[in-house]
Every structure is written in structure tokens, then in C-alpha cells.
């Protein structure tokens, strides 16, 4: 993995091992008497290159045999005690192919995902049911609302869980029905996708629910509800794709690594990020790379769809379908909702220019 390190000349190098030791045995190596572990299990540096201004590009190699095939402990031997270093962030790292196939990444990916919604040669559409505090029958409306437009995802906002004045299985049991009714009207097969929410008990309970009421697709928040839970939601429901939901991504973990290429590798069908231009601060660059490796080829897993959001608004629809390409869902919440009693229109207009758009770069 390579890290991005804070520090002069003199200290990079001692820092540099600290880090290898701090993310691997974390003791004295003069502590350690088995041959075998210091050989085999001690971090070792690879590479420090000088970035200039005092910060530093340091790689370290660390043994698979430490990760196992469990997505929380990856997350641990990249990024656990050092990234209570305030001087350190993770910027990439290099996943071994046996250790990406044992995780699977993408079980449906860019094509499944195309493949349920009848859609090829254009970018996806998508809509979020904000605000949370409405009862579930306003939302059930709105989910309608916006299916009757003919976008291709209608999702709950992230901030939907299951609290008292929206329970999750009422709640997504409207959505279903009033999306659904859409859908016959249409015949277009707009899916709703509901957030799951809670301990993994919950979580699975949600999955199930979801999968009674006939949705083939959720959204999670991978930080929120921890890698390994998520890791455990896609073994146990392989019908359904997942949607990774960036909420708690602001860490010392690069977004296009972590969102771009460690949501995809446990499983993320589909990844949401904040988009430049709009209400967060990701740069173009970011952003580019970010969609990258979201929609890698030729590592053994399917690609994942990019989902630029946070702030987009129908008037940069060409803008960013020229940015980020036809593989790519563009979601737009709170400038839709700004037509209030025309959201339908709105949605419909926002489908057209989706569906009508000629991409001036691949």
C-alpha cells in the first residue's frame, strides 16, 4: 500500500518503518524471537519518494496471510492504528489477484445492473426521497412521482432508517406499490432501492424484507455499517445489487481508493460519490479517477457503475454525462424536488435529456 506522509528529510525513513512495524506486528521487533514472523509477517518499505514540500509517497509491503478474507480486517492492516497519525493518509494499495477474487467484488456490476433496467447505450437516471421526517405515504407519493417521470432508480435518502415516523418495512412497502404502479403506467421498470440500515441482524432482516416486497437492489453505507457486514449482505443475498453509499468517506483513505476501489472489491454494484461542482469539495481529478476504478477491467471483477451526486443539478446534465461517460448514473434529489407539484415533469424532462444526450468524449 502507499501512503502519503508528512515529515523532513532527516525523519521519513525512520518514519517510513514505523509505519511498516505500527501496521503489521505493532511491537519492538527486538521484541519478537520467531524467525518466521519477522521474516514473513513485519511490514517491510518498499519505495519513499519525495513529493517536495515535506510530504513524502511511501510504499510498504505487507504478507496477505494477515488479512485472511475478511473485508474489516483488510480495511484494519491498510489503515487501523495509523490512521490515528494525523500526518498520514492512505492513498492506494496494489490488491493481489487471489485476494481479489476470494472477495468476490461485483456479483451484478455495470451489466447486471443495465440488464435489469432494459437500458444500453446510455447513462442511468436516479432520484433520492428526501426529506426524511415525512410519513411513509408522502414518501410512497413521491417515489411515484418521480417513477411516473421515468427515471431508472427512485432511492430512499440515506438518512432514512427505521425511525417512527417512516418504520422501514411500511416505508418500503409504499415506495414498492407506488413505483410499481408507475412502472405499469410507463413500462419503463424503474427500480426503488431502499437504504439499509442498522446491526447486521437488522440489516439481513431489511434484505429480506426488501426481496419480499420483489426490489432487486439496496443501498448501504459501508462505513456506516461496518466492510464486514457488508461483505456478509452480499455472500447471503446474491440476487440483489448493492448500492455503497459514500456517508462517513471523508477519512484519511484517498475517495477513489476507497470509494472507487475498495467498495467495489466487497461488493458494491454501484458506488455514490460527491461530484466537483457541486455542495462537496472533490476536484475534477478525483472525481476522473474515482469513476476509474469504479469501472475497472481486467483485475477478475465486474466493473461498478459511478454515481457522481451531492448538489447536481438538471442544467449540467450534458456536463457531466461529457465528464464521466455513458457507464455512469446520474443522480439528482434536491433540484427535482424543487418543482414540488411538477416533479414529475421535472423527472421526465431530466430522463429526456439523459436519453437524448450525444457524448462528445468516450
Known sequence: MTYRVRADAASIEARAQAIAVEQSVEMPLAAIDDPSVLEDIVGQVEAIHDLGANTFAVRIGLAVATVGTDAGQLLNMLFGNTSLHEDVVLVDVDIPAPLRLAFGGPRHGIAGLRHRLALHGRAFTGSALKPQGLPVDRLGRLAE???????????????????????????????????????????????????LTGNLDQLRTHAALAREEGLDCVMVAPMIAGFPAVQALVRGFPDIAFIAHPSLGGLRICPDLLIGKLFRLIGADAVIFPSHGGRFGYSQATCRSLASRAREVGDGLRPALPVPAGGMTVARTSEILDFYGPDTMLLIGGN??????RITDEAAAFARAVADHRFTRG
Open 336 to 341: 427535482l424536488l424543487l418543482a414540488q407539484d
Open 145 to 195: 412521482q418521480f417513477a411516473r417521470g421515468g427515471l431508472d432508480i427512485i432511492k430512499d435518502d440515506h438518512g432514512l432508517a427505521d425511525q417512527h415516523y417512516s418504520p422501514f418495512a411500511d416505508r418500503i412497502r409504499a415506495c414498492a406499490a407506488g413505483v410499481a404502479r408507475a412502472a405499469r403506467a410507463t413500462g419503463h421498470p424503474t427500480r426503488y432501492v431502499p437504504s
